[in-house]
Each structure stands twice: as C-alpha cells, then as structure tokens.
C-alpha cells in the first residue's frame, strides 16, 4: 500500500469508545492485512467499524476470529 495506508482499515469499539485503529501492511505478496489482539479472561462485546477512504479503489474485507470463545 501507499501514503493511503492510513485511509484504509478498521476500527474497534468499546461502545462508543475507540479502543484501536488497525490499518493494513503488505505482506511482499500484494495481500495487505491488519489484526487486532483482545486477551482477557471475561469476553465481550465489541464493535468493528471498516473504513476505506481512497476514491475510486475497492477494498475487500475478511474478518476472523480465532480462539476460544
């Protein structure tokens, strides 16, 4: 990705309270990707908002979870 990087990604709420932007990385493929970590004992809820401010460029999005719960 270029100087745009920061204009594509996602965002991780709390409710309304920001608790992380991920915004992708090139892998040396041409596959870019982001990740956010939770570790905690209790799980919750939380809110993902994807965001893809570069005209005319498509973005596609996969989301995953892994792990216990």
Partial sequence: MSASAQA???NVYDGSNLVATANPS???FGVSSGEWQYKDA????F??????????TPISYTLCQIGAQ
């Fill in 26 to 28: 090139d892998d040396g």
């Fill in 8 to 10: 594509v990604g996602f």
């Fill in 42 to 45: 209790n799980p919750k809820t």
């Fill in 47 to 56: 809110g993902v908002q994807v965001f893809n401010y570069v005209q005319d």
